[in-house]
């Protein structure tokens, strides 16, 4: 069972900038879409960033700008650039891989926390 395994979070200052990385433990066939979905605490998980297999990108407004969500397909590797960062991104982020025929992958999450 391939398995997804996030990194690169941690404690930032508001206005700082953290790049989360997700790396798939094996080939997976058939990708339709990769993405960034976050939670903060008390709020329903929401996505954050998404990217299409053919490379089509979409943002949730609250980051439009600010995230950039990329991949490498040789590394099986999925990333999210978070630039000037708001106390309001302050939340577990999941990354998330849709392939036809199967279930969806989730890694476990990651805390981001932006504060002063």
């Known amino acids: 069972q391939v398995q997804l395994v996030e990194s690169g979070g941690g404690l930032v200052q508001p206005g700082g900038s953290l790049r989360l990385s997700c790396a798939a433990s094996?080939?997976?066939?058939?990708?339709?879409?990769m993405g960034w979905y976050r939670q903060a605490p008390g709020k329903e998980r929401v996505l954050v960033a998404s990217?299409?297999?053919?490379?089509?990108?979409h943002y949730a407004d609250s980051v439009k700008g600010r995230f950039t969500i990329s991949r490498d397909n040789a590394k099986n590797t999925v990333y999210l650039q978070m630039n000037s960062l708001k106390p309001e991104d302050t939340a577990v982020y999941h990354c998330?891989?849709?392939?036809?025929?199967?279930?969806?992958?989730w890694g476990q999450g990651i805390q981001v926390t932006v504060s002063s």
């Open positions: 094996g080939r997976i066939f058939g990708i339709n879409a």
């Open positions: 998330n891989i849709v392939a036809f025929g199967a279930s969806p992958y």
């Open positions: 990217m299409t297999n053919g490379g089509s990108t």
